[in-house]
């Protein structure tokens, strides 16, 4: 696995600083994750080294012992600058520092940085690493679903949100509501709507375009007045619009998007006053691992792996789940994801998750004193990182000895680079946005 070396000392840094707030009706964070795809097109497309570009936001990532995040509007920008790294070794480094601090006074300390991603608190830098999660043991029959409650599945007519819907059904829940946009059990998915009629629970497909205010409300109005009460959202919707960075835009960027992380902010707010014992939002590795071709959708998957922690902060359930790809269904099953699956599986090192090990991996999801990021993912860990290159030390507890190497070589000192520093806001790159990005795009 490559991954993105940081520039020589030699080289500036540009530091770009994204607020903290989204606009009204403004999609989530969809300018800034825009803004972030433009930078690394130009950084992938230079023909000198490419400048370091530090992505700055405020409040989006959760650490140890930090305050909770303010939200997640701009957690997109993260899945962006990871899949950049990954696909096109481009040097798009990413810092968060607290909201309620000036982010210009927290420049200097990011600049220390010899990690691509470190998490600012207090007078130090946090990095992330990747640790094996171990299951917390079975849920009691107290905290498990009930008869007596509803939950609902969007995506739920088709692939891993029809499995989740079977799943929840086997296990007692009362009521399973299939929220899709053609609100029909897809054609191919014959055997899994048999398992779940036949589990006795009351099942209900219904219409419902998760990306729209209006069709969530609609849903939330529907489970009230004709269901138990609603204990649960499993947010499965997504759609994908794959391609290499130079050939991502606005539009493929925007189509992701609006079900996989505007869907997941719409039902976040109106499923508030339900008092759900679960929020489970069905992300991507991508996000995790970075997608070569799929930075729209690590994106998209970024955002909602900011919300989980966002909605624990705030006394609400929530976890994240970065799914890799299944076996035999989901998106990447089938159609070009499924034969780019097969092509990269026997070298790579990453497979495909067998039926047993997802459903292991819903109860693992279903725990509430779980991680509330979860990564679900099959590697052969050798494989993929004992090629001989160097490996991210995100994933340092997994590699073979003799690939690990110091950050701090390949890192410039903050003292030589802060001298040739230009700082930006969000405003000052919107140009470049819409250039690059697409004029559908506007700034935050």
């Not at 009230?224 to 794959?242: M, N």
């Not at 989980?308 to 990447?332: D, F, H, L, N």
């Not at 494989?383 to 160097?390: I, P, W």
């Amino acid at each position: 696995m490559g991954a993105a070396s940081v520039p020589s000392a030699s080289a500036a840094r540009v530091v770009m600083l994204l607020p903290s707030s989204v606009s009204a009706g403004e999609q989530l964070g969809l300018a800034s994750a825009a803004a972030a795809l433009a930078l690394a097109q130009a950084q992938s497309a230079a023909q000198a080294p490419p400048v370091a570009v530090w992505l700055l936001t405020a409040g989006v990532q959760v650490a140890f012992g930090s305050a909770p995040a303010s939200g997640p509007a701009h957690g997109g920008s993260w899945g962006v600058a990871r899949s950049a790294r990954t696909e096109a070794l481009v040097p798009l480094l990413c810092a968060d520092v607290p909201a309620t601090l000036s982010t210009t006074g927290m420049v200097g300390l990011v600049l220390s940085a010899s990690e691509p991603e470190v998490v600012a608190r207090g007078r130090g830098l946090l990095v992330p690493r990747l640790t094996p999660q171990q299951s917390t043991g079975a849920s009691s029959g107290s905290d498990g679903p009930c008869s007596s409650e509803s939950h609902a599945v969007t995506g739920g007519t088709s692939g891993i949100g029809l499995l989740t819907a079977r799943w929840l059904a086997q296990r007692g829940v009362g009521e399973v509501v299939l929220a899709s946009r053609r609100g029909a059990v897809a054609a191919d998915a014959g055997r899994e709507w048999e398992q779940l009629a036949a589990s006795g629970a009351s099942v209900r497909p219904v219409e419902c375009d998760a990306s729209e205010v209006s069709g969530v409300r609609r849903l939330m109005a529907l489970v009230r007045r004709g269901s138990p009460p609603l204990r649960g959202v499993w947010h499965a919707a997504g759609v994908l619009a794959d391609g290499l960075l130079p050939k991502q835009d606005a539009l493929m960027l925007s189509r992701v998007y609006a079900p996989k992380a505007d869907g997941a902010c719409v039902l976040h707010v109106s499923s508030a006053a339900e008092g759900l014992r679960a929020s489970v939002l069905f992300s991507s590795v991508a996000a995790l691992l970075g997608g070569a071709g799929q930075a729209n959708y690590a994106a998209a998957s970024a955002c909602l792996d900011a919300l989980a922690p966002c909605r624990r902060g705030r006394g609400m359930s929530g976890v994240s789940v970065q799914w890799g790809a299944w076996a035999e269904i989901g998106m990447a099953a089938r159609g070009a994801a499924g034969a780019r699956m097969s092509a990269i599986e026997s070298s790579s090192g990453i497979g495909r998750i067998g039926l047993s090990h997802g459903l292991s991996a819903l109860q693992l999801a279903a725990q509430p004193n779980g991680a509330s990021v979860l990564g679900v993912v099959r590697i052969v860990w050798s494989r993929m990182l004992g090629d001989g290159s160097a490996v991210p030390s995100f994933l340092s507890a997994f590699a073979p000895s003799a690939s690990l190497v110091s950050a701090a070589e390949s890192v410039p000192s903050a003292a030589v680079v802060a001298r040739s520093v230009c700082a930006l806001s969000l405003e000052a790159v919107v140009e470049l946005v819409r250039r690059t990005a697409g004029s559908a795009v506007d700034a935050d």
